[in-house]
Structure formats: structure tokens, C-alpha cells
């Protein structure tokens, strides 16, 4: 079987200023927009209500992976879970940790 290519994504990303992006994605026509919220815009040394607070590509991103892991795990989850609802409360992004204490050299 010949390798081919199947399918190009056409997605369009527009920068509009600092951390706001515009996004038209293929079959959906409609344009929506990603930026920071106040937790992220922190993290990047923005400050928090400078810019229009949108979900983040990373918000997207998470979502776009959960509704595929529910999809494929779906069958196997509705067996342990009686709620249908899936949440991510893990902290996506952190700051490294302080490096420990050297020890002066001895002369």
C-alpha cells in the first residue's frame, strides 16, 4: 500500500496583538479567538486583565484530546464511571523548582 496523504488540515491562525489569536477552522466557517486568561497571562509576565481573557490553545488542545480519549475509552470508562462528565484538573503548566542549595567550594 502506497503511502499518500489523506487529508490537509486548513486551519487559519491570525495574530491580532500581543497573546490574541484568531482561528477559522476548516467545515466550521466561523472565526474564533484564543488568548490568555488571568492564571496564564500571570505565568507569561503579562498582566492579568491587559488582554481579552479567551481560552488558550492549550485549553483547546485539552479538550481536543479528552474528546478523543472519550471517544476511544468511552466503552471502557462507562463500566467504572456512572458520571459523564470528564474534567482536567492537573496542572498543566508549572514552574521548574528552585535548584538545590550549593555548598561553598572548599579554598
Known sequence: MPDQVVYVSKVHVERIRGPLRRITLPVEGENFFVSTHDEIATYYGH?????????????????????????????????????????????????????????????
Open 47 to 107: 498582566k492579568a486583565g491587559a488582554h481579552p481573557a479567551h481560552s488558550t490553545t492549550l485549553d483547546y488542545l485539552v479538550a481536543a484530546t479528552a474528546g478523543r480519549l472519550t471517544g476511544t475509552l468511552g466503552g471502557a470508562l462507562e463500566g467504572a464511571i456512572s458520571q459523564r462528565v470528564y474534567r482536567s484538573d492537573l496542572p498543566l503548566i508549572s514552574r521548574p523548582a528552585a535548584p538545590p542549595p550549593t555548598e561553598p567550594s572548599a579554598p
